[in-house]
């Protein structure tokens, strides 16, 4: 078994590890990260878009920014449509200016895999059987087995559970010391990639009788939408036909607007669920990203709540490496709380206002309410506003660098 040591071990290459990474490597902390697929699977995975202004900040302190500059849609706002209404939500002008960027998150994976390449930093990809020891200890260890069968372990300072809901991190925190908290929703969301210019240049967000719809993008010429489906529906039995029907009639609006249609090369079906679990420590383990919580993907911030909670890690541990100070570590867990429930608080609120219910008709006419509040209140779309770009994140890991 060979063994190889370094100050912090990173579980899981999606945007928490690798985000965490690059600000450790910046700061001349040595890590190591450690991930289950291939490189190719991790570059290809489809799924969320939407960057919140904190986040494009924290990737330019990461200096991984430019390509997300180049071809990132920064937007001004979104629209809102409901019972035929087009209501434009000015969320930069509300925030003073805080814009909200379109930008693949397979983009941001690839934009640090090159700067990984670049530092020469090790990456493992395809880490099997990987396994959480000594957490209790001051030299944690984590084994693996490659993909050439060969064993290795990695003995290190601090352990970084970077990988995501389905890791091995977070069950090796006792249970008897961890709570989780769930909530699932009685519906999910069927995504669709299609090669054909989006039929329009901002977001669209839609309320229907017949269940949420939204038009994003991916580039000029891909676009990114989603319909409300049943939870276990079976992305592989809903035709494209179908599909197209319901996002036009949800989409629908009284001026004539029109969604254009074209080849579908990508649909799947997201089961959509609240998830947080306390604490995001144990010892020398440190929980960051979607191992730590899931958000249902309205309001998109799954890939910004990881990063969130990198700014407050990759600050933590840099203050103890350069100062010896661990007052920033041992608040890690509540620090990174507070902005993660505030976000889980607002992501059920957004998916709660746009989501149709059957059967549910008084719900549905609180939910006009609230719609027509959000219209009428600009102080109610400057608060829904602060929270749809991102609140400031606690970290500050640029004062290290
Ligand atoms: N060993 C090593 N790596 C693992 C293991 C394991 N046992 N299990 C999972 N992984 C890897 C996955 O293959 C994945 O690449 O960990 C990574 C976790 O990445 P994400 O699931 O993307 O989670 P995270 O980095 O927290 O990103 C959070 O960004 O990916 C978007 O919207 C998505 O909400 C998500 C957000
Ligand atoms: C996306 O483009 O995937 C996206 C954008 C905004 C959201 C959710 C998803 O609120």
């Known amino acids: 078994m060979s063994s190889i040591e370094t100050s912090v071990v990173i579980v899981g290459a999606g945007p928490a590890g690798l985000l965490l990474g690059r600000l450790l490597g910046l700061a001349g902390i040595d890590n190591l990260v450690l991930e289950l697929r291939t490189r190719r699977y991790i570059e290809e995975r489809i799924r969320a878009g939407l960057l919140e202004h904190p986040t494009v900040e924290l990737l330019g302190i990461a200096g991984v920014d430019d390509h997300l500059r180049r071809d990132g849609q920064f937007d001004e706002g979104f629209e809102l449509r409901f019972e035929g209404e087009r209501v434009w939500f000015p969320t930069a002008e509300l925030t003073g200016g805080q814009q909200t960027v379109l930008y693949p998150q397979q983009e941001v994976v690839k934009d640090l895999l090159r700067a990984r390449d670049t530092s020469g930093e090790p ?54 010391l961890r709570t989780e908290f769930q909530h699932d929703y009685p519906f999910g969301w069927l995504g669709i990639l299609a090669e054909v210019p989006p039929s329009t240049r901002e977001l669209i967000y839609a309320h229907h009788d017949h269940g949420f719809a939204m038009h994003s993008r991916r580039s000029p010429t891909l676009s990114r939408l989603y319909l409300q489906v049943e939870p276990d529906c079976d992305a592989a039995t809903v035709p494209d036909e179908f599909i197209w029907d319901e996002l036009t009639r949800r989409l629908a609006t009284q001026d004539g607007w029109t969604l254009h249609r074209g080849p579908i090369v990508q649909k799947s079906v997201t089961a959509m669920r609240s998830f947080v679990v306390e604490p995001l420590q144990y010892k020398r383990l440190f929980l960051a990203g979607d191992a730590a919580h899931i958000v249902p993907p309205t309001a998109a911030k799954g890939l910004n709540l990881a990063a969130s909670d990198i700014s407050v890690l990759s600050e933590a541990l840099m203050d103890h490496y350069r100062t010896g100070n661990d007052e920033l570590l041992a608040n890690y867990s509540t620090t990174a709380l507070r902005r993660i429930w505030r976000a889980q608080e607002f992501s059920r609120h957004m998916t709660a206002l746009l989501h149709h219910v059957p059967g549910q008709e008084f719900e549905r006419r609180l939910q006009r309410a609230r719609l027509q509040n959000l219209v009428i209140s600009r102080s109610a779309q400057a608060s829904f506003s602060e929270l749809y770009v991102g609140i400031p994140f606690e970290g500050k890991p640029e004062r290290f660098l």
Do not use: K
């Open 123 to 176: 990456i493992v990809f395809e880490a099997l059987d990987v396994a959480l020891h000594n957490l209790d200890t001051e030299r944690p260890q984590v084994t693996y087995r490659d993909a050439d069968g060969a064993e290795h372990v990695i003995t290190a300072d601090y352990v970084a559970g970077c990988d995501g809901f389905h890791g091995v991190s977070r069950s090796a925190v006792p249970q008897t």
